[in-house]
């Protein structure tokens, strides 16, 4: 099972940017997806989350009203919408997936997890 996230890269405050987490080998319509940072230095932080049926969905404070999760299941793929980035949203971002989990943020329920994309606001 293998998750891959892409979109990341270097933008200036206030910008946007769109993560994608991609799936092979498996369908992600029976699994919860997360998304999380982890900035140096710092501990990982759940940023949002969505649930296997598509329905639910959670923000982490620092990104309520900015950031927007998505699904797109005959894409095989679950997207982060980040608006109105902030230079502390720098951080590499990781997806990770649980199979017929409700959504969490936190990130000892999760099983599956990606490599990473990283994220830069400066200008």
């Known amino acids: 099972l293998q998750l891959v996230e892409s979109g990341g890269g270097l933008v200036q405050p206030g910008g946007s940017l769109r993560l994608s987490c991609a799936a092979s080998r498996f369908t992600l319509d029976y699994y919860a997806i997360g998304w999380f940072r982890q900035a140096p230095g710092k501990e990982r932080e759940g940023v949002s989350c969505?649930?296997?049926?598509?329905?639910?969905?959670n923000y982490a404070d620092s990104v309520k009203g900015r950031f927007t999760i998505s699904r797109d299941n005959a894409k095989n793929t679950v997207y982060l919408q980040m608006n109105s980035l902030k230079p502390e949203d720098k951080a590499v971002y990781y997806c990770?997936?649980?199979?017929?989990?409700?959504?969490?943020?936190?990130?000892?329920?999760?099983?599956?997890w990606g490599q990473g994309t990283q994220v830069t606001v400066s200008s």
């Open positions: 969505i649930n296997s049926s598509r329905g639910s969905t």
């Open positions: 990770a997936a649980d199979f017929g989990s409700a959504c969490t943020v936190v990130a000892d329920a999760y099983e599956y």
